[in-house]
């Protein structure tokens, strides 16, 4: 059976080790390949992107030459969903290359713009400490010690501005690429943005709802990895 590379792009906030669980879940035929991306993990002390095209840049040179011989796909969670979308723009626009599948996870479809969306990155320190505490991705204890604070508020606005940049749609093109979307049915979504997805691509498209908010993927592991298995699976095999 034939290897299929499957990269993953985290949430705001987050390192490649997000992933750490579901690496073991994972087929032997999908080689999987979280991404680090800079100001984090092994790479903590590489500088914070300047904005999204930075960012998407930095992440071509990492991905791109793994590519050239394999077949590969994305999973993104939330900002890693607006990178991997990204990404395959990028790709096809430079190398003809498209991935053979993506895996969108906790956000809503690109091409679907919200007016009352939250703009994180523009809220003052009190209350954007507030609402990332609602989100319910980062542990409170976090913010009792200021030391780490320090280091992780500036790296997590800079996230936020990032999966809050709005990418360019003008001339929106569908997607040939086959999707998997991911979503938690108390996540801030609305139906139209999860729906929206349909119109992202004239592939197929399967939607998987799961119970939880913007984190679900956390308690929803063995049941993410199952469909990617699946998927994958079915790719290698035909």
């Known amino acids: 059976m034939s290897k299929l590379k499957l990269f993953a792009f985290p949430y705001a906030g987050g390192s490649s080790s997000i992933y750490h669980g579901l690496k073991p879940l994972l087929r032997d035929h999908i080689e999987f390949i979280p991404v680090e991306l800079a100001g984090r993990g092994r790479r903590i002390g590489d500088g914070l992107y300047s904005g999204l095209a930075e960012a998407v840049d930095d992440i071509y040179k990492i991905v791109s030459p793994q590519i050239k011989f394999s077949p590969f796909a994305f999973f993104g969670h939330s900002m890693g969903s607006l990178l991997a979308h990204e990404l ?3 790709l ?3 190398l003809g290359l498209s991935p053979s599948h993506l895996f969108f996870s ?14 994180y990155h523009k809220m003052d320190e009190k209350r954007f ?8 991705g980062t542990p409170p204890e976090f913010f009792e010690h200021p030391e780490l604070l320090e280091l992780f508020l500036p790296l997590l606005k800079n996230d936020f501005r990032i999966a809050e940049t709005t ?9 040939k690429v086959d999707i998997t979307v991911f979503t938690g049915k108390e996540d801030d979504l609305t139906k139209e943005q999860v729906q929206g997805w349909k119109e992202y691509t004239n592939g197929t498209c399967e ?3 799961y119970s939880g908010g913007h984190f ?10 199952k469909v990617i298995n699946d998927t994958i699976t079915q ?4």
């Open 88 to 90: 395959t723009v990028r």
């Open 92 to 94: 096809q626009y430079e």
């Open 106 to 119: 906790g956000r809503g479809a690109i091409q679907v713009k919200r007016k009352d969306e939250k703009m």
């Open 129 to 136: 400490k507030e609402e990332i505490l609602l989100l319910g």
């Open 167 to 175: 990418p360019d749609i003008e001339g929106f093109k569908q997607s």
């Open 207 to 209: 939607i998987h709802e």
């Open 216 to 225: 679900f993927i956390h308690q929803e592991m063995s049941s993410i990895a």
């Open 235 to 238: 790719l290698v095999t035909h």
